[in-house]
């Protein structure tokens, strides 16, 4: 099977964000996508450069106002006196009704959720490909592979229709999901990261078509904090088609996977035409963030159960960040994916 790959999508290299108010090194790296290369590599899938998409499929997810910040940000805030060498906000609005700032300190402001999503000189050019990445995947679907990996990087489920965030521009999993809709009628998202996929579900939340299962820590005490808690079911026409499933911190892979065949259920009672697996290696027992204790073998278990949907499934990389098994991780999920679809 395929893994798409642009390495334009390295070019985004962030120094720090701050993490419990302290200045930390990024653990976004661009290092990440070599050691998800070799684990594709192992799991035996052809590494294959995506087509350049454009704006078109990113604009049916995100909204213009929001794509001209991002593509404009950069050259913009190097016109102030004295800012920061990346794009960092400094300021968050408590409500974003009403006026729209002119300043380039202010639409920060309004576009950024945090500051883990620094914006420096090539960080659109990386996020647009990393989108193309996820387009790209889903055609090859659409054109009867069985499934597709899309090595995403930056990665892309913080990210709302209009707000970058931990560490996401473009939510590849949603834009993927969009392009399958060109010919499903329903497509279900299933997020597996260690983290809520907030924008996902923010993308997602008045929709009937679209399916957005997340399983994940529990947020009361663990980054998004705000979203991923399990009352949260939709909106509108998209009340009931949305599904939580928090875990307690340090869960590991039996927990895991018992909130796994919930969301697989819910998935089959949906009946999609086809599947996004929002693929984060960072539930792992050793990636840096702690949150989860997925082993490597528990990634092999997980996919497996994802794979016997037998549906036509585009993986898109989330998180997972550096460690020496990062690679491991991704070879283990990939292999127990195929060997479900072969």
């Not at 593509?71 to 968050?92: F, K």
């Not at 679907?141 to 707000?163: E, I, N, Q, T």
């Not at 521009?169 to 996929?197: E, T, Y």
């Not at 697996?277 to 490597?296: I, Q, R």
Request: charged share 20%; proline share 6%; glycine share 10%.
């Amino acid at each position: 099977m395929k893994t798409f790959f642009a390495e334009e999508q390295k070019r985004h290299d962030p120094s720090f964000f701050l993490s419990s108010g302290a200045p930390r090194p990024n653990p976004e790296q661009p290092e990440r996508v070599e050691r998800l290369l070799a684990g594709a590599r192992a799991a035996g899938m052809e590494i294959v450069r995506p087509r350049d998409h454009g704006l078109a499929p990113v604009s049916a997810v995100h909204t213009p106002e929001y794509l001209d910040f991002l593509s404009r940000i950069y050259e913009r805030w190097q016109h102030i006196d004295g800012a920061s060498a990346e794009v960092i906000p400094n300021i968050h609005p408590i409500a974003r009704t009403g006026s729209y700032p002119a300043s380039a300190v202010g639409q920060a402001g309004y576009h950024m959720a945090d500051t883990s999503c620094p914006i420096s000189e090539h960080t659109f050019e990386s996020a647009l490909w990393s989108a193309s990445t996820a387009v790209s995947a889903a055609q090859a679907v659409m054109a009867g592979d069985k499934w597709s990996y899309a090595l995403c990087r930056p990665p892309g489920h913080h990210a709302f229709r209009d707000v970058a965030g931990g560490f996401c521009f473009f939510n590849n999993s949603g834009i993927a999901a969009q392009h399958l809709l060109g010919q499903a009628k329903r497509v279900a998202i299933l997020d597996v990261d260690l983290h809520h996929g907030n924008g996902t579900q923010g993308m997602f939340y008045e929709r009937a078509d679209v399916l957005t299962v997340s399983i994940h820590a529990d947020p009361v005490r663990f980054y998004p904090f705000f979203w991923g808690h399990a009352d949260e079911r939709g909106q509108g026409l998209g009340l009931g088609y949305n599904f939580n499933l928090p875990l307690q911190r340090k869960s590991g892979d039996d927990v895991f996977l018992e909130a796994l065949s919930a969301a697989i259920r819910r998935v089959e009672a949906f009946s999609p035409d086809a599947i996004v697996v929002a693929l984060g290696l960072d539930a792992f027992e050793k990636d840096p963030f702690g949150g989860l204790s997925v082993s490597t073998p528990g990634f092999a278990r997980i996919a497996e159960a994802i794979g016997r949907l037998r549906l036509p499934t585009v993986i898109v990389q989330e998180g997972g960040y550096l460690c020496d098994e990062l690679g491991d991780n991704l070879t283990a999920f990939l292999t127990g994916f195929g060997a479900e679809n072969g």
